[in-house]
């Protein structure tokens, strides 16, 4: 079985992970002692690999078939895991090495030193090296805080930058205060929706469109539903801003009422729902938030695929900094709005099994939960 290892951002690893782990649902995810590399173990095609760095806000680099060096000062055996590794995968056109530390540098090992003799290596082999445009590259992370050496032919760019975030909220033609950052709004579509072929992506209640332009421009076949006119129209803006001519849908009406809104050929087609509630606007009348998220996860189940998934996003009192691993079961939270049983008690209620949580901090007086749940087969 092939085995190849994951190269992590840092801005939030636990859901990096999830978000791996959704893009590829047929690979086994093994967490090393790194908060930032993790092992994926299966038949992991070249086409999944390039689609999944591509898409994947949490993820820099794929690994083929990588060498994990852990916990040794002398690097002499690693080299010559190395040398084994390069004949039984060669690579066709120039390449060239690219190290990469995580968590500072790992005391005893020079990556510039490591990267010249396996560049020795390959030119030996006859390689052509180029440094500025390799066809190839092969990726060598140093992770200082497990003392593991991850080396393999990358795929990907190996850069802690994935360019969304480039994509600033602030940025766009129709701007809110409470729009999320890009590089949430794509981790939680990716979350959600799993790999871009699965199906259709929802967002279920629009606002500026941050989760539809994110959705749309991993080549996802997108919806976006709001009940208020100007959002929608702001949403159409910022989504012509990001990616003119897309085949995104943005549909004025009511999350409560899918059925009624979207067209027939979705209905059961949804794979991916995500939902930032407008907190602080009152676009549903007389609904509290409680009845507001609990009627629209019954509506949303009536028009979802059988094998659906759920992203909400929660405004949270202060929870400190969590982002190596998700919540424990048991773990109390103290949102906003409403009180956590509540919600809890509504995902049973309509037909959804809540299966992790997250949380990101924001600022001194405000985090944010975030919860991924599962459509529970009816009988």
Known sequence: ???????????????????????????????????????????????????????ASGCQALLCHAVVWEHEVDTSAFIEQMQTYL???????????????HEGKMAGVSSRELARKIGGMLSSQGYSIDLESPVHRLGMVLDASA????????VGSGDDSDGITSRRATDRPFFKPVSLDPRLA????????????????????????????EAALSGRETYGVDLDPLMIEGAQKNLDWAMPNSEAKLLLGDATQLLDVLPLHAHNRICGFVLDPPYGRNSHGSLDHADLIRSVLQSARMVA???????????????????????????????LHGQWHEIESTFVETGWRINQRWVEHV?????????????????
């Not at 003392?147 to 990358?154: D, P, V």
């Not at 990716?190 to 929802?202: C, E, F, I, M, R």
């Open 1 to 55: 079985m092939a085995s190849h290892v994951a190269s992590l951002r840092g801005w939030h690893p636990a859901l990096a992970r999830a978000e791996v782990s959704a893009l590829l649902p047929h690979a086994k995810l093994i967490r090393l002692a790194s908060r930032r590399l993790v092992r994926l173990e299966g038949d992991i095609s070249p086409s999944q690999m390039q689609a999944t760095v591509e898409r």
């Open 87 to 101: 004949e039984a995968y060669p690579r066709t056109g120039s390449v060239a090495v690219r190290a990469m530390k």
């Open 147 to 154: 003392g593991i050496i991850a080396c393999g032919w990358m």
């Open 186 to 213: 794509r981790l939680a579509v990716n979350v959600a929706s799993g790999p871009h072929d699965k199906g259709a992506t929802l967002d279920l209640m629009t606002g500026t469109g941050g989760f539809v332009l």
């Open 305 to 335: 695929a059988p094998d659906a998934d759920l992203v909400l996003i929660l405004p949270m009192h202060p929870f400190g900094e969590h982002p190596d691993e998700a919540l424990k079961v048991d773990a109390s939270v103290e949102l």
């Open 363 to 379: 600022h001194a007086s405000l985090g944010r939960l975030i919860l991924h749940a599962t459509i529970v087969p009816q009988d």
